[in-house]
């Protein structure tokens, strides 16, 4: 059977060409192109190819990212990562022995990448990730969904809950469960969500204000949903305080 | 700008002894030694101005004979290793010291100049005169030397570092944007080769406009048309995302602005604003001039939230306020500011044609 491939490049010119030479190797398939991350990991869901040719450097959600939710499906592909010039990149993909190739691409090379390319493992793409100096936090949170991949963005977060096991994320279209913990999240995304209790991180734009019931026991209010969590006694002063609830 | 590498970089660096301007400083420096050294003799029974006279006369003599030799050894000294040097320095300081010394021992033992004057004017000791001398002269003489080379070290370190800031303002095009360009040329060649052909040419323009060290200044109009070079390229990756809208129309073409004024600006505003926007946007150039003042204003939508602002934009910014500051002293500003969701940098500076250039056009 082809190897299936699906192309991901935010520059036209580039996906043109990339597809001209995967076209011209013989054996392989292109089952979809896609111009950005988001794009690109629906399509990885549905379609199910066997490799990524995944730009690094896109608009919106970059390759890093893109890659770290695609390692979240059933049958995760393998990436190969393509990169006109990005020093950094390099370096971490040499460190962590992942794939990638230098733009302009050449056909032998390609060739040789197809053929090794390999799935990577989720705390791969993490280290990756970690030493990125330009962009280390995700746009997108990601849940699994039967066999597919949802991505939430971030920006629209109300808040992150932790149950025993799991995290939960609840946004605008309800509630998902991800697998990533608060303390990851709380570190992620400093100054954009704020723990206001063991088990709960909330979203800063959210905060409406804080208040006490009878019982003595504080609660968060947030905006745009009728929904209250529990404060912790110790961080409701300093949440009043900073925010000037 | 190649660099001199044949010569030993480690060389002496004595001043210009056949200069007007050397020759007065040692006139100086000889006055004021001599005047160190008779207030140090102060108490030795001799009147205070007539040592500093005599003491002057003599040091007078022997700074002037140093300058001499130093005038005429300076091509020899350049020329050699920095020991060797230093010692054919010295030794000849060394050389006229022993000969005025002996000419003023000589004129002691004569009976020219008469039995008052010679015990007012030669020294007491004349037994010890030469070696004090000789002595006194190999201190100091290396005490200078050392000075010099410190001084020239000094200096030479200065030149190097903005010589190297200069080249590295100027070979400042972004690798990232090179390689994509070459991607896309690649990617041109077979589908589209009269496009390729064009973007081959449009690069090696941009280029030569990059590497150009002599002529540090060059019309608008030809900075104008660097920058909208630098759009085709970046149009033919970037396609629908990148809108350029161009209201310079006004602008006097024929003003001379240092060469990449507008175009990293440009390059900033697509890198910055554009680039990371999923739906690309609009950059705006516009020019206007206000009597003698050209205003020219680039400005650009804000990368969507999360992307802060890069390090490499204020380079690029300090950069150009420097060279504009070299071009126009104190009568140019350069001003960068967030307004609302935009972006905007603006330039002024004063309109100066060059009468040769113009008439020749």
């Not at chain 1, 059977?1 to 996906?15: S, T």
């Not at chain 1, 699994?144 to 920006?155: F, K, S, T, W, Y």
């Not at chain 2, 516009?286 to 602002?309: C, F, H, K, M």
Request: with cysteine; aromatic share 6%.
């Amino acid at each position: 059977m082809n190897q299936r491939v699906l192309i991901v490049d935010d520059e036209p010119p580039a996906r043109e060409r990339l597809r001209r030479l995967v076209g011209e190797l013989g054996g392989i398939e292109v089952s979809a192109e896609a111009s950005g991350g988001e794009q690109a990991v629906r399509l990885a869901g549905e379609l199910r190819p066997d490799v990524v040719l995944l730009d690094v450097r896109m608009p919106g959600m970059n390759g890093l990212e893109a890659a770290r939710h695609m390692a979240l499906l059933p049958e995760p592909p393998a990436v190969v990562f393509t990169t006109a010039y990005d020093a950094y990149a390099v370096e971490a993909f040499d460190a962590q022995a992942v794939g990638y190739l230098l733009k302009p691409v050449r056909a032998e090379k390609l060739k040789a990448a197809l053929q090794h390319a390999s799935r990577l493992a989720g705390r791969q793409l993490q280290r990756l990730a970690a030493r990125d100096p330009q962009q280390a936090a995700r746009t997108h949170v990601a849940a699994r969904l039967g066999d597919q991949v949802r991505l939430i963005p971030v920006a629209d977060v109300y808040y992150f809950a932790a149950d025993q096991k799991y995290t939960t994320v609840r946004h605008p279209g309800g509630s998902d469960l991800i697998e990533d913990s608060l303390r990851t999240l709380e570190n992620e995304f400093p100054g954009q969500f704020v723990r206001v209790h063991r088990n709960a991180l909330v979203s800063v734009d959210r905060l409406a204000a804080i208040e006490r019931d009878a019982e003595g026991q504080y609660h968060v209010v947030l905006r745009d949903i009728n929904e209250r969590l529990a404060v912790s006694r110790r961080l409701a002063g300093e949440l009043k305080e900073r925010f000037r609830l | 700008m190649p660099e001199p590498t044949g010569r030993d970089l480690r060389s002496l660096n004595l001043p210009d002894f056949c200069a007007a301007r050397a020759v007065l400083a040692v006139v100086l420096i000889v006055t004021l030694t001599a005047l160190v050294l008779a207030i140090a003799r102060q108490h030795g029974g001799v009147a205070f101005w007539l040592d500093l006279g005599r003491t002057a006369l003599f040091l007078l003599w022997v700074g002037m004979g140093s300058a001499a030799a130093l005038c005429l050894l300076r091509l020899r000294l350049a020329s050699m290793p920095l020991g060797l040097a230093s010692a054919l320095a010295l030794g000849s300081v060394l050389v006229v010291i022993a000969v005025v010394s002996l000419g003023v021992l000589w004129l002691g033992s004569s009976a020219l100049l008469g039995p008052r004057a010679t015990n007012l004017l030669l020294p007491s000791a004349p037994q010890n005169f030469f070696a004090e001398n000789i002595g006194m002269g190999a201190i100091i003489g290396s005490l200078a030397l050392r000075y010099f080379y410190v001084t020239g070290e000094w200096r030479r370190n200065v030149e190097l570092q903005a010589r190297a800031r200069v080249r590295a303002l100027q070979a400042r095009i972004r690798p990232h944007f090179l390689f994509n360009s070459m991607n896309t040329i690649a990617a041109l060649t077979r589908s589209d080769p009269a496009r390729a052909e064009e973007a081959v040419e449009d690069l090696a323009d941009l280029f030569r406009a990059n590497l150009n060290e002599k002529r540090s200044s060059i019309t608008l109009k030809e900075e104008l048309e660097v920058a909208r070079i630098y759009q085709r390229i970046e149009q033919l990756r970037l396609g629908e995302r990148l809108q350029v809208i161009w209201d310079v129309a006004d602008l006097p073409m024929r003003a001379m602005v240092p060469g990449l004024l507008m175009q990293p600006l440009l390059e900033n505003a697509i890198y910055h604003g554009v680039e990371p926007r999923p739906a690309g946007g609009t950059v705006t150039v516009s020019g206007t001039q206000d009597g003698e003042l050209i205003e020219l204003t680039v400005r650009n939508p804000l990368p969507d939230a999360g992307n802060a602002a890069h390090s490499g934009n204020r380079v690029a910014l300090e950069n150009i306020r420097e060279r504009m500051n070299l071009t126009y002293p104190g009568r140019s500003s350069v001003e960068a500011n967030r307004v609302g969701d935009e972006y905007i940098v603006r330039l002024r500076f004063p309109h100066i044609e060059d009468s040769q250039r113009s008439s020749s056009l």
